[in-house]
Each structure stands twice: as structure tokens, then as C-alpha cells.
């Protein structure tokens, strides 16, 4: 009876201990895991950093998620996508206002690729003209494309994340929806019916002047955006009515520039800018040279290229955006954008050959 008795108390101690064992082996792997997801937390967006549409939406998805904006020009938004392709903690990115061009799109969905092979959840958010085939290739990668060309990207923004927003919000898409010429659209017109109109068209002009100003200074820049998404009015922003009255001396100053300097093609006007950017001369040139389309161009010298502004009347039959797409990838550059305003980055050596090619297209 004994040894009866020791047998049954050791059988018990085994599997006591074998429990144990289990037991920690379990708590180990259920440990490891929680690490491994942990890892990635970043919030990113990258965003258009030349006008209030860029500006705007990265404040506003930094108000709804938090996290970081990278802030870049066309020719900026690879080298920026391959840099956060790299970041091993990032968990939430958002592209906002960035169209692609032929010459960028492939690299594009590659990156995409990467980083969706990495569990990284990705938006991307704009207006501009895009093939067809990117979007599908987007959403079978399972990223979330939020795609309207009849609507400012910020304004898109404010559509989709506005449980998530301040009600300020509205303003500053209502505020986008105006610099991007598209205040009459559907969900824009809306937005800007909430304000006094004359309050909102001088503080998208104010906030478009502040931008267009510091483009040489991103902290500014990246102040700006800490500063809509804090939901401060333009006039709450120490001096930027003050820095907008200064642009507004340059600008006039350049209307008598343009009347000396510009020429005309049979479709179309156009000018090297030497002391401004483009894009505040372009509207300038279309006006004062009577055509239906101004072209304006400045030279990065740092780049060997030309960044070129275009614009189209109300009489303009064509799609600028899809011709300068085209034309400038032809070119060894880059562009597109919408029908009536666009842009292109075109090598130093092709200037004028985009110039005369652009003037037969837009018969």
C-alpha cells in the first residue's frame, strides 16, 4: 500500500510541474508578440508644401490622427516616400494634395508595395487627373485611395475624418476650396456658405500669401500647419497680415515685369521669371497677354531644371493638366494637375521645346 500510495503522489507532482512549464511557455510567446506590434507607431503625412490645399489637409489629418507632416514639392515626393519607406516604426501614412505624373507613377506603386508588405496602412488623398490603372493597382495593394477631381483635396479631407474634427475645420477646407479655384463645387460651395464670404476670401488670399512666401523656410511652413490644426484663424497667426501686404507690393510689382518681358505665341503667352515664383506670375501672364493659357517658368538652378506654372481661361477647351502630363514625361520631366491650372518640371535644355510643342497642342 506503500508504494502504491508514492506512485499516485509522484504521477501528481509531474503534472504539476508540466503545467508550470506550459504555463510560462505560453506567457513568453503571448509577451514576444505584444513587442513585436508595438514597434510601429508613427504617423505620418506627406503633403503638397507650395499651397494652402497642401498646407490645409496636412493640418487637418494631423488634428484627426496626430503625427508628424513631411512637406514637399512635386519633384520632393519620392525622395520623401523612399526616406519614410525606410522607417521601420512607421505604422499610418497619409499622401495628401501629391498627383503623379507618367514618369513617377510606377516608382509610386513600388513604394507602395513596400510598404504595404511592411503592414504599414496607407491613404491617399487628392484631386489631380490620375490613370485609371494606378487606382486599381492602389486598392489592390489595399490601399485606401480617397480620389475627386471636383473637389479640393482638403475639402476631401474634412469628408472623410470630420467625426474626427474640430469644427474649425470646415473653415480651413472652405479656406483651401477657395485658392484652388474650386469654392463652387459641390461639397465646397457648401463649406464656404457656413462664413461670410469677404472673411473667407481674405484669409485663403492672407494664408496663400504667408505660404507662397516661405517656401525657402520650411519650419514656417510646418508652423503653419501646427497652427490650422491648433484651429487658429489666419488673422490669429502673429504677422501674416503684415507678411501678406509685403507679397502684395512684390506681386504688383511684377504686373509691370510681365507687360515688359512676356511673349506671345498663336495660343498661348509665357515668361522666364527671374525674382518670383511662378505660380504668382502665371495668372499675370495669361491676363495681360490676351491668350486663353500663360505659361510661366523659373529655372532650379540647384536642379538643372525649369519649374513651370500653366494656366487656362474660361475659354480654354482643353485639359492642360493631361497635355503638360504627357508632354512633360516626353521631355524627361514630370507634371499634370487639373484642366484649367497645372505644372510641370521640365529639364534646363527642353524649355523651349515644351513651349512650342504646348502651343500646338492646345489648338
Do not use: W
Request: aromatic letters at 6%; a positive charge; proline letters at 2%.
Amino acid at each position: 500500500m506503500v508504494v502504491s500510495k508514492n506512485k499516485i503522489i509522484k504521477k501528481t507532482a509531474a503534472k504539476k510541474v508540466t503545467k508550470k512549464t506550459a504555463a510560462k511557455k505560453v506567457t513568453k510567446k503571448t509577451a514576444a508578440k505584444k513587442v513585436t506590434t508595438s514597434q510601429r507607431t508613427k504617423v505620418i503625412c506627406i503633403s503638397h508644401k507650395e499651397d494652402c490645399d497642401g498646407i490645409s489637409s496636412a493640418a487637418l489629418i494631423r488634428q484627426a490622427f496626430g503625427g508628424d507632416s513631411i512637406l514637399v514639392d512635386y519633384p520632393g515626393q519620392m525622395d520623401a516616400l523612399n526616406q519614410v519607406v525606410l522607417d521601420e516604426k512607421l505604422k499610418t501614412l497619409f499622401i495628401c494634395d501629391l498627383g503623379l505624373s507618367k514618369k513617377t507613377q510606377d516608382e509610386f506603386i513600388d513604394l507602395m508595395t513596400r510598404l504595404r508588405k511592411n503592414k504599414v496602412s496607407i491613404t491617399y488623398i487628392d484631386h489631380h487627373d490620375i490613370d485609371p490603372t494606378v487606382v486599381t493597382a492602389l486598392e489592390k495593394l489595399k490601399v485606401k485611395v480617397i480620389h475627386d477631381i471636383n473637389e479640393c483635396t482638403t475639402v476631401q479631407v474634412y469628408n472623410a475624418y470630420k467625426s474626427k474634427l474640430k469644427d474649425h475645420a470646415s473653415f480651413v477646407a472652405a479656406c483651401a476650396a477657395i485658392t484652388d479655384y474650386m469654392q463652387d463645387r459641390p461639397l465646397g460651395s457648401k463649406l464656404l456658405q457656413i462664413y461670410d464670404r469677404q472673411f473667407a476670401l481674405i484669409s485663403a488670399t492672407v494664408m496663400t500669401y504667408n505660404i507662397v512666401g516661405h517656401q525657402r523656410e520650411p519650419d514656417y511652413l510646418q508652423y503653419l500647419v501646427e497652427e490650422l490644426a491648433d484651429s487658429k484663424f489666419p488673422h490669429d497667426i502673429p504677422n501674416t497680415f503684415e507678411f501678406a501686404q509685403i507679397q502684395v507690393e512684390k506681386l504688383s510689382q511684377i504686373i509691370a515685369k510681365v507687360k515688359k518681358g512676356m511673349k506671345t505665341m498663336s495660343n498661348l503667352g509665357h515668361m522666364e521669371i527671374l525674382d518670383s515664383g511662378a505660380s504668382g506670375a502665371v495668372n499675370f501672364v495669361m491676363g495681360l497677354s490676351g491668350k486663353d493659357v500663360g505659361v510661366a517658368y523659373k529655372e532650379r538652378i540647384d536642379h538643372g531644371i525649369y519649374a513651370v506654372s500653366v494656366r487656362g481661361s474660361d475659354n480654354c477647351k482643353v485639359h492642360l493638366g493631361r497635355i503638360v502630363n504627357l508632354l512633360a514625361t516626353s521631355l524627361g520631366g514630370s507634371g499634370g494637375g487639373h484642366d484649367k491650372a497645372c505644372g510641370a518640371v521640365v529639364p534646363k535644355p527642353k524649355i523651349k521645346k515644351f513651349i512650342t510643342e504646348l502651343n500646338k497642342k492646345i489648338k
